[in-house]
């Protein structure tokens, strides 16, 4: 090899060098918004970034907007990790969206936050149920909400706000009222029957963003709504007297999933973000600030004095959406109401 030839081969390796430095110098992460952005900035992210000597980029959104995003940039992929709900991580996955999980310990995680071919895998667990200013019905003299179908009592007229139906709450409350008047997923007609007559005179607003929801709470708007079990803890956290129920009916399981983004050129630190995650000391974090039922075994479960967490039977009798169903109809579904529940 000649002196010049070395000196270029030298030359290459070092722009590969670089380059491949620079590549990981980022990690994109996108997940949900509102307080669960807050408590990954400053309880989860710092120690990842220090360990690793990179910067997480965060891009907040629904879990809709996520997978619309991950559409939108097919072929040229800027997320590393998504972070979203159980239905939408399935589309993801079907969508060719999603790599396989390197490297996580199996057996340590709960059968239930895997997916097929561990091509994602639940970040905790959420019940979807009812939450109340329990300061408000006291000074009303009220009983704390039981049933769902509290939600029709016209007592709460324009004092109820539920996320929309492309939200993982939203369609969780639908489901359930489809199956309180003799349908469910497979007939998803009396939900929206009962959102029409009966449980949208009582809503103030169909509220997807997480901010405004607490918003509405803390200025007296509405005092009862349909939230996630975590949520309600942050919101909790902040002193505001707000309840969580599990009705009686069933709450519903939420797992909040994450995935490494499959594309060409694909960061390691993207597998090494997600089992991170994963670890038992993160995992107890998630718990005890966010209120999410571990999916690590060895992880520290601690319920909560203000808002009973999806842990032990709780999260044993939690109600499993039959989302292969859903996913079939969400499109048509969401148009529908659009059409007719929120025209």
Not at 132 to 139: D, I, M, S
Not at 223 to 251: C, H, I, M, N
Not at 269 to 285: E, G, M, S
Not at 333 to 342: A, F
């Amino acid at each position: 090899m000649s002196k010049l030839v070395a000196v270029f081969a030298v030359a290459a390796i070092a722009i590969s060098m670089n380059n491949g430095a620079s590549a990981q110098d980022r990690l994109v992460v996108a997940g949900y918004g509102g307080s669960f952005e807050d408590i990954m900035r400053k309880e989860i992210f710092p120690d990842f970034e220090k360990q690793h000597g990179i910067k997480i980029d965060y891009v907040a959104g629904n879990s809709t907007n996520t997978v619309a995003r991950l559409q939108a940039q097919r072929g040229s992929q800027e997320i590393d990790v998504a972070i979203i709900d159980d239905g939408p991580m399935y589309q993801a996955i079907a969508l060719g969206f999603c790599a396989a999980i390197e490297g996580m310990p199996v057996d340590d995680i709960y059968k239930t936050a895997r997916y097929k071919d561990d091509k994602a895998v639940g970040l905790g667990i959420v019940a979807t149920g009812l939450m109340y200013n329990k300061k408000y019905f006291e000074e009303k003299g009220w009983a704390a909400p039981t049933s769902w179908k509290d939600l029709e009592d016209p007592k709460y007229k324009k004092l109820v706000v539920i996320p929309p139906m492309n939200n993982s709450y939203g369609l969780h409350a639908v489901v359930e009222f489809a199956k309180l008047n003799g349908g469910g997923e497979k007939n998803i007609d009396p939900g929206f029957d009962a959102f029409e007559k009966r449980v949208g005179p009582n809503v103030l607003v169909y509220e997807p963003s997480p901010g405004k929801m607490t918003e509405l709470f803390q200025s007296g708007q509405a005092v009862l709504g349909v939230w996630g079990s975590g949520r309600v803890k942050s919101f909790a956290d902040t002193g505001f007297p707000v309840g969580f129920v599990y009705p009686q009916e069933g709450a519903y399981a939420l797992l909040a999933s994450m995935c490494p983004i499959a594309k060409p050129k694909s960061s390691p630190l993207a597998q090494a973000f997600v089992n991170y995650l994963l670890t038992p000391p993160i995992q107890t974090k998630l718990g005890t600030f966010y209120g999410y039922g571990p999916v690590n075994k060895k992880a520290d479960a601690k319920d909560d004095p203000n808002v009973p967490l999806p842990i032990g039977k709780r999260a044993a009798d939690l109600v499993i959406a039959d989302w292969d169903t859903i996913n079939a109809h969400r499109e048509d579904w969401n148009k529908r109401w659009t059409r007719q529940i929120e025209r």
